[in-house]
């Protein structure tokens, strides 16, 4: 028997809990005997709930602020791309079944056009081009 595949939103509200874990060697940008925070789909959508309508953050500043946070030296950044791609596609689905713009995670914010993690939904590109031009952001 097939298993139904999970919606968007379901993957964003899977029980989770972040971890904070010691890694020996290196790995992509982080140094090897460093602390990286492995987070949760809901922590990067609470991260983005705060940030100001006209204001933008790149994912590097996300990954260093969630750091900071919960005492870790670095933010996973393999991580960071699914869970901002959860994020973005759960508030999306959300968008598309009536939920007004004004609640759903500003992922247009933090995801940049140009960048890989925008590449890979699967909605139309457009959106996020449109909500960055109505608050005066770099498209």
């Known amino acids: 028997?097939?298993?139904?595949?999970?919606?968007?939103?379901?993957?964003?509200?899977?029980?989770?809990?972040?971890?904070?874990?010691?890694?020996e060697k290196r790995f992509v940008d982080i140094p090897d005997n460093s602390d990286m925070l492995v987070a949760t789909p809901k922590i990067f959508e609470e991260y983005l709930r705060k940030i100001k309508p006209g204001k933008e953050v790149t994912i590097k500043k996300v990954r260093q602020d969630l750091a900071k946070k919960f005492k870790a030296d670095h933010t996973c950044p393999v991580t960071t791309g699914l869970f901002l791609r959860i994020v973005a596609e759960a508030n999306y689905e959300k968008f598309q079944n009536g939920t007004p713009i004004s609640e759903i995670a500003p992922f247009w914010r933090a995801i940049d056009l140009k960048s890989s993690i925008a590449k890979k939904l699967s909605f139309p590109l457009d959106f996020i081009k449109e909500m960055r031009e109505k608050e005066g952001l770099t498209i």
């Open 1 to 23: 028997m097939a298993t139904k595949k999970q919606t968007w939103n379901q993957k964003l509200e899977k029980e989770a809990s972040p971890k904070v874990k010691h890694i």
